[in-house]
């Protein structure tokens, strides 16, 4: 379910908050609403971390991350890393790299197997992406932008992108990422997908502006109406290897 | 999409760019060629704040106009502004203008903006002529507190002004002219970019008083023709107030202004209104060293609207002259 909210009167959700399938990380400030919002829908399933990045509240953009890893930028303080390694589950390995471009996510789009990344990125960033995260790293951009963790947002079921990409593009990227692909809209008409929702396999959070046809378009390509967190865990469990002997 | 030109019969000449009202009244007076010709448009006035100024060395340069060359910017831009009724699709830019217009509350502001463009009679948005860029650089409007006083955002905004209002004396007047006097309200919107060029303030305020005089002869009913008759304008903006708090009007030993106004009309508003208060703003300022001994705060302030003619004589002379 797509669940519709404000930081400090701010639409930009996936500004001030990361969301993924083992974590959630939402920013410092803004009313006790975010982060309860926030709470209500996730806290049995996955923690729910308050943190800075860098001293600033605008976490969402400068880290990138999935449930095998999250990587920070060259400038996160040592008491935010030490807080992050504490309060993630042990199995996301918590890294901050030397990366010139520093807003990750901002320049890296991912899911638990793949990643986009901005074409200017380093090589050893890119390999420190495919090492930490666990994924798979192609340099794209997006309708021509190639802040591509700005301009997309998709997790394992579907993903939602800048609305001018041309069917081209969304068939290349849809075969690339392995999951459908729809071009659309955040927040009333912004096409700033990443800053104004965050998402996961089975819940949303997007802006308060966000129209009923946005957000059923949101619900429908990451199929989030009939997903349950409970599902990952109960029913495929017996499919997940969890030790190999 | 294309604009619907609006209602006005004082078609002077065909405009091909602009459909608002005042853009054809503004083509009269040869406002726009001024500014097409204009230079600096990044000036210091005389009583603003250091904040977010740039300061370009004054130019002793030509005043002829620059070409784009990217690599020889030399602080002087050429912009055509255009003035344009609102419309829906402003809605991005002026949300992102008001963000701020109520300091750090939460409240329905995407609402207020839905009313503000709702009203395509009275209100004027700033924009540059090619549509390309659809940055929006100003918003000015009038709502009338009376006719949307059920709308949400309305009744969040007249408690938070009750609740910060802290002097006592002004409290009743502001009680009533929220209460029963809403009918006859105007709450006066008026935000900028930093840095927009002040030659543009009097055509943007003269085209605001012109849109509610020709709206009380214009609205098709005579409930909304009534809307437009305003006693009282109400405005909401900010200040920076010197913190030794010195109140003498008279000449002081310090050279340092008792309040910096960070919008220049908004010094002749104070001086015209009837009564006004300030109050402390909970977000943080920036911390410059021209303003270390002032503190960032709201300002309301209720001017009458026979005042009116007077603020625009005064704003005129005021920008003519810096």
Known sequence: ??????????????????????????AIGGSENFYSTFEAELADVIPVVKTSIAGTRIIGRLCAGNKNGLLLPHNTTDQELQHLRNSLPDQVVVQRIEERLSALGNCIACNDHVALTHTDLDRETEEMIADVLGVEVFRQTIAGNI??????????RGGLVHPHTSIEDLDELSTLLQVPLVAGTVNRGSEVIAAGLTVNDWTAFCGSDTTATELSVIESVFKLREAQPSAIVDEMRKSLIDTYV | MPRKPTRRRQLLKAQPFTFSSFARVASAYKVKRQIRHSKVYRKSFPNSSGNGFIDHAPPDKSEQSESSDEEEFEGVVQADFAFFDPKPDDFHGVKVLLQTYLD??????????????GQTTVGTVVKTEDDEDDGLYSVVSTLNLGRYKDHKCIMELKECLLKVCQEKDVLDNLRSLLGEQAQNVGLLVSQRVVNLPPQLLPPLYDALFDEVSWATEDEPTEELRNSFCFKFYLLVSRIYKHKNAVQKKGPSSSSDEAIIYIKT????FHQLSSW?????????QLATRELRNYRLMGLVMVVEADKVSMFRQQLQSLINES
């Open chain 2, 265 to 268: 009309e908004d010094e002749i």
């Open chain 1, 147 to 156: 802040l591509v963790g700005s301009y997309c947002a998709f997790s394992n």
């Open chain 2, 276 to 284: 006004s208060f300030s109050f402390p703003l909970r977000t943080q």
């Open chain 2, 104 to 117: 750090d509350k939460q409240w329905d502001l995407s609402g207020f903006v839905d009313l503000i463009l």
């Open chain 1, 1 to 26: 379910m797509a669940t519709r909210l404000q930081f400090e009167n701010s639409c930009e959700i996936g500004v001030f908050s990361k969301l993924t399938n083992a974590y959630c990380l939402v």
